[in-house]
T-cell receptor, first 113, second 116 residues
Framework: NAGVMQNPRHLVRRRGQEARLRCSPM?????VYWYRQLPEEGLKFMVY????????ESGMPKERFSAEFPKEGPSILRIQQVVRGDSAAYFC???????????FGPGTRLTVL | AQKITQTQPGMFVQEKEAVTLDCTYD???????LFWYKQPSSGEMIFLIY??????QNATEGRYSLNFQKARKSANLVISASQLGDSAMYFC?????????????FGTGTQLKVEL
């Protein structure tokens, strides 16, 4: 049973470009969480999704950031018009149901030049 | 207000010794869970141990144990018989279970270095 998969593992973008981060949850998991880790800091919650629904987006920046988890395929975290301050590690986690333990992926390290 | 506080930015321990990493938390929920994760230099987040607020016994997982003192709102991680491979960043996290308990709140971490 493969763990949570994230790709790409490393992503470099220039200011103003778009970044798309993908997360495939563990088999049988329908709940996905995105966290951001700025350099030298702990992880901060961004958004919680269930298939086709955003359940909690209280940690998402108001502009430029969006997330989806379609019926088929991976969850996508999309950052439009990236700025240097978006440089961070973005972690995805999944769980089989609400309130259950979350299993983390290896993260995507985004660098904005 | 910070919900998870880790006051030790860095710790050193000698190989084979025990080490305690501190974590205090703040919540008004009666039902919550506490977690410790290890993040080695490769960057992945590795789950170590979990303690539920209603668990009467302190959690243990191999060389890891959680010293849970509910009245003091502390959940310190104890690593026994430290190994060189334990050198990593360690994060304490909490999930408040009221309302579904969907998100983890993390502390700022403690960088542990195990020395020969």
């Amino acid at each position: 049973n493969a763990g949570v998969m994230q790709n790409p593992r490393h992503l470099v973008r220039r200011r103003g470009q778009e970044a798309r981060l993908r997360c495939s949850p563990m088999k049988g998991h329908s709940h996905v969480y995105w966290y951001r880790q700025l350099p030298e800091e702990g992880l901060k919650f961004m958004v919680y999704l269930q298939k086709e629904n955003i359940i909690d987006e209280s940690g998402m920046p108001k502009e430029r950031f969006s997330a989806e988890f379609p019926k088929e395929g991976p969850s996508i975290l999309r950052i439009q018009q990236v700025v240097r301050g978006d440089s961070a590690a973005y972690f995805c986690a999944s769980s089989p149901r609400q309130g259950h333990e979350q299993f983390f992926g290896p993260g995507t390290r985004l660098t904005v030049l | 207000a910070q919900k998870i506080t880790q006051t030790q930015p860095g710790m050193f321990v000698q190989e084979k010794e025990a080490v305690t990493l501190d974590c205090t938390y703040d919540t008004s929920d009666q039902s919550y869970g506490l977690f410790w994760y290890k993040q080695p230099s490769s960057g992945e987040m590795i789950f170590l141990i979990y303690q539920g607020s209603y668990d009467e016994q302190n959690a243990t997982e191999g060389r890891y144990s959680l010293n849970f003192q509910k009245a003091r709102k502390s959940a310190n991680l104890v690593i026994s018989a430290s190994q060189l491979g334990d050198s990593a960043m360690y994060f304490c996290a909490m999930r408040e279970l009221t309302g579904g308990g969907n998100k983890l709140t993390f502390g700022t971490g403690t960088q542990l270095k195990v020395e020969l």
